[in-house]
């Protein structure tokens, strides 16, 4: 099993963030190359890590690396400055292996991946819709927290740096 421990914050000053006005933490997560192709929090830690940011924090971030590199905050800087009107935003890749759909054991079709987005970091979450999608009963103890939000019926907008959509 994975460590909890690597839920952990950065200030946006530490990390050199021009947007957010110090109203933003970047969580470094479990996820990408440590983990899968998605980014997984430990449900209790997470919590915990939430209730201990200040009322200030608005927007949290969630990264996969322990500790961003300079790619990464351009990235969120990016993302931070048109980030509003939304509970979440992901960035995407198009996927591009075979996806089939089965049934029975069975391939039925191929699927048709131009309205398929595979989400990776950054993630980044309007603070208090986080708080309230951790407000529901999960059975699993780990999640990624966009999906989190996502099970409440928060927006999430997707972000590129190309225009794919």
Not at 12 to 30: I, K, P, S
Not at 69 to 87: E, G, N, P, Q, Y
């Amino acid at each position: 099993m994975s460590s909890p421990h690597l839920l952990r914050p950065f200030p946006g000053r530490q990390l050199g963030l021009v947007e957010g006005d110090d109203a933003v933490v970047v969580f470094g997560v479990l996820g990408g190359r440590y983990a899968g192709p998605t980014m997984l929090a430990h449900i209790p830690t997470l919590k915990r890590r939430i209730r201990e940011v200040s009322s200030d924090i608005k927007v949290a971030v969630f990264v996969d690396e322990p500790t961003p590199l300079s790619t990464t905050v351009a990235r969120i800087d990016d993302m931070l400055a048109i980030f509003k009107d939304t509970d979440a935003m992901v960035c995407f890749r198009r996927p591009t292996e075979a996806l089939k759909e089965v049934a029975g054991g069975m391939v039925v079709r191929g699927v048709d991946r131009s309205q398929l987005a595979a989400v990776v970091s950054p993630e980044v979450i309007l603070c208090s819709s986080l708080r309230k999608a951790l407000e529901q009963d999960r059975p699993e103890l780990w999640v990624n927290p966009t999906a989190l939000v996502a099970a409440i019926g928060g927006r999430i907008k997707l972000f590129s740096e190309r225009s794919e959509l």
